[in-house]
């Protein structure tokens, strides 16, 4: 049981760009496009951190 609750956390921190729920749910937190969503995505590759990171960075553009 331990391992399970161990590998929640780190499940959090990448984001699952094939799947369709974690595209909408990315592009309504930050105000984008499903385009400028994927783009974002794919810069940061799988690391929600730095997804966000750019997200906020365009924002202010």
Request: no cysteine.
């Amino acid at each position: 049981m331990a391992h399970y609750k161990k590998n929640i956390g780190s499940a959090r921190r990448r984001v699952a760009a094939g799947q369709a729920y974690e595209l909408n749910y990315f592009k309504r937190k930050h105000g984008l496009t499903m385009e400028q969503a994927r783009d974002i995505i794919k810069e940061a590759g799988d690391s929600r951190e730095k997804a966000n990171a750019l997200a906020e960075e365009r924002k202010k553009v």
